[in-house]
């Protein structure tokens, strides 16, 4: 069995925002494979086809590992069968960056989930959010927690929906294979590294 998460905060005021990229991924993959709709539990909405789990968290970011934890618990899943996807200030808008495990980097919902399971073990795609004006997020000239509230501006629109797709392409790989297929996939699609 497979969990799929996508990371972003509930309610339709941040619906569009940066942060919320990851929930925007999800909802496409789900659409691409025809999964049911979500189903509202108590601290998150839950998707299901056949042997695949599609999760969104409704706790806000910073408590994102909570859900996560127990969905994994009721339904046995192991780490290397977890996909988390977010946003990253760090990585240009319209790139995508995937990895087998690692840190938080600064990112809370990813540091939630890391402390509920006790570990970094777990594949991630991190879906850049920085615009082309900026060569590092240390170049914002407002907050960084203000920043990935906002939505992304109309002249920013074509690129977010060009990279979906490519996002989605790769999820497929994990879902329907595994992380190293995806890995594999991703060489081959995109220009940012892989581990």
């Avoid at 004006?133 to 501006?153: G, I, K, Q």
């Avoid at 879902?175 to 190293?180: D, F």
Wanted: with cysteine.
């Amino acid at each position: 069995m497979k969990l799929i998460v996508g990371l972003g905060n509930p309610g339709p005021e941040y619906e569009s925002t940066r942060h919320n990229i990851g929930f925007i991924t999800l909802d496409a993959v789900c659409e691409k494979l025809r999964v049911p709709d979500y189903k509202k539990f108590k601290n998150y909405r839950l998707a299901r086809k056949d042997e695949w789990l599609f999760l969104k968290p409704l706790t806000y970011m910073n408590l994102s590992g909570q859900p996560v934890s127990s969905v994994m618990k009721e339904f046995d899943i192991k780490k290397s069968d977890l996909l988390i996807l977010l946003d990253d200030v760090h990585i240009p808008l319209g790139k995508i960056r995937i990895r087998r495990r690692g840190s938080d980097a600064g990112h809370n919902g990813l540091k939630s989930v890391i402390e509920a399971l006790d570990s970094e073990d777990f594949p991630r795609m991190r879906i850049g959010i920085l615009p082309e004006a900026y060569e590092s997020a240390s170049e914002l000239t407002m907050p960084l927690e203000e920043f990935v509230l906002m939505n992304f501006l109309k002249e920013e629109l074509q690129c977010v929906q060009e990279i979906i797709p490519v996002a989605v392409e790769l999820t497929s790989y994990f879902i329907y294979q595994n992380y190293k297929k995806m890995s594999a996939a991703y060489s081959r699609l995109c220009s940012l590294s892989v581990e």
